[in-house]
């Protein structure tokens, strides 16, 4: 079956480290995209991509990084630079932007 | 500052009644509007959209009606089934320049058997 999958569920990090959230897709969709929910917001798009080896900032995108080598692939580093880095962080593609997107089910980031 | 509202983070319902989910935006340019249902613990899935050049789109027990005059739409779930309880988001975007969406914070929605 096609679709996203994010991994790991739930992660934990101390302070002052990286670390990376994987998102893959089998769609062959061209756009993917990274967005944070906090309790009582909507969610908040970090860093999205049109095509392979190409991405742009949202609206949060300080103190986070992405590439984008492959189609398939959309990887998150939450760098020690995010000073409040505790979200529930949401991976999507569509064929192309502006479509509805299809959304994985979230990788639970922790603070230790 | 936040392009999409909802304004009721929860609402309840009787089986089988309407449930009416209502969504407000300040970007007069948005074109493009987008409802999601998220249950726990996965990702929203996109549920129903509708385009600036319409005022309203149904797909079975959906419907969609936008009022651009009031930056206004809302989701229409009749009749209401205990299986429709999740969060609903909608979501807006300018399709021809943007390539973003915006998301209002959601409405939970709970359809009591």
């Known amino acids: 079956d096609g679709g996203i999958t994010q991994s790991p569920k739930y992660l934990f990090r101390k302070e002052g480290q990286n670390v990376t959230l994987s998102c893959e897709q089998n769609l062959n969709h061209d756009a993917m995209y990274w967005y944070r929910q906090d309790p009582g917001q909507g969610l908040r798009l970090i860093y999205y991509s049109q095509i392979v080896n190409d991405f742009q900032k949202g609206d949060i995108a300080e103190g986070y990084s992405v590439s984008r080598e492959k189609k398939e692939s959309f990887p998150l580093t939450v760098t020690s630079a995010q000073k409040n880095p505790t979200a529930f962080y949401l991976c999507?593609?569509?064929?192309?932007?502006?479509?509805?997107?299809?959304f994985g089910d979230g990788t639970r980031l922790s603070i230790l | 500052d936040q392009q999409v509202k909802q304004n009721s983070p929860s609402l309840s319902v009787q089986e089988g009644r309407i449930s009416i989910l209502n969504c407000d935006y300040t970007n007069s340019m948005f074109d493009y509007f987008l409802w999601y249902k998220k249950y726990p613990a996965e990702g929203p899935t996109f549920l129903i959209s509708i385009s600036s050049i319409k005022d309203k789109n149904e797909d079975g027990r959906f419907t969609v009606f936008l009022n651009k005059s009031a930056k206004h739409l809302s989701l229409h779930i009749v009749p209401s089934q205990p299986g429709d309880s999740a969060v609903y988001f909608c979501a807006a975007t300018r399709v021809l320049i943007g390539n973003q969406f915006y998301f209002g914070t959601g409405t939970s929605l709970t359809v009591i058997p």
């Open positions: 999507a593609s569509s064929p192309v932007s502006n479509q509805p997107q299809h």
